[in-house]
């Protein structure tokens, strides 16, 4: 991720580095929804709840996967990312809007998931911090993938639950 937004411009790497991390937020959102497609289909599309990253952030921490620290963080660069999106110039000066516009500096220089590294070029605590928010997420992700038939054998009503556990052990 940090190798590829390098290698971009100042807007799309603004733009990219943040959709790469709210895809990791909505996968971690994913791996602990009950899979069920028409449902998923009418949340995270069109209209639906869960169609913005504003939406992602709040109920990712709703689920608990996040400091209010990294909540405060992904809403930073998301409106970071829109405002790269949306204007070329900074509303108050007028002057091309990059990373090293003071408004954007002070907020990419402020990220807390990054702030141990202190680093003084924006464009690179951005970018770092969208890779390491991105690594976070699907790690959550991952770790929060279902186990199959873990519960199932119990609710299925198996006279020994645990011989089938036992011998996926043996394998």
Request: include cysteine; hydrophobic fraction near 45%.
């Amino acid at each position: 991720l940090a190798a590829e937004l390098n290698g971009e411009s100042e807007r799309p790497a603004a733009i990219v580095g943040p959709a790469w991390v709210e895809e990791s937020v909505e996968a971690a959102i994913e791996a602990v929804m009950h899979g069920h497609d028409e449902a998923r289909e009418k949340m995270f599309t069109g209209m639906g709840a869960l169609t913005t990253f504003e939406a992602k952030i709040e109920l990712a921490c709703l689920f608990g996967f996040m400091t209010d620290r990294i909540r405060k963080d992904l809403h930073t660069i998301r409106r970071l990312r829109n405002e790269f999106a949306h204007h070329i110039a900074e509303q108050k000066t007028q002057a091309k809007l990059s990373f090293s516009s003071e408004s954007i500096k002070h907020r990419c220089l402020a990220l807390n998931c990054i702030a141990h590294l202190n680093l003084t070029d924006p464009r690179e605590a951005f970018t770092r911090a969208s890779a390491t928010l991105n690594f976070d997420f699907d790690n959550i992700a991952f770790m929060s993938s279902k186990i199959p038939d873990c519960g199932r054998v119990f609710a299925e009503g198996s006279v020994n639950p645990g011989a089938r556990h036992v011998a996926a052990l043996d394998a």
